[in-house]
């Protein structure tokens, strides 16, 4: 289970959120791409082309904890916010 214990922030920081250390499936399977295929158009036609080529062989791949921003952030917050400057109240 993930641990979604939240940070303290400041008013201009985003709230972030902790994932704890572990693995998880990269890549997608041949069961995968072919459901893709039969579903969509474009996946089959990016089958054909070999174009999944990159998603495989699906592995194990181990991440050290890390964190988050719990709230994407936007174009704008991270303009203003790259410059140095602080948000308006209301805007984060």
Known sequence: MIN????????????MVRIPAGPFLMGTSGHQIDRLAQTFDLAKKWREKGYFGRERPQHTVTLPGYAIAKYPVTVGVESVVGQGSKLPQGEV
């Open 4 to 15: 979604t214990s939240v940070s303290k922030h400041q008013p201009f920081e985003p709230e």
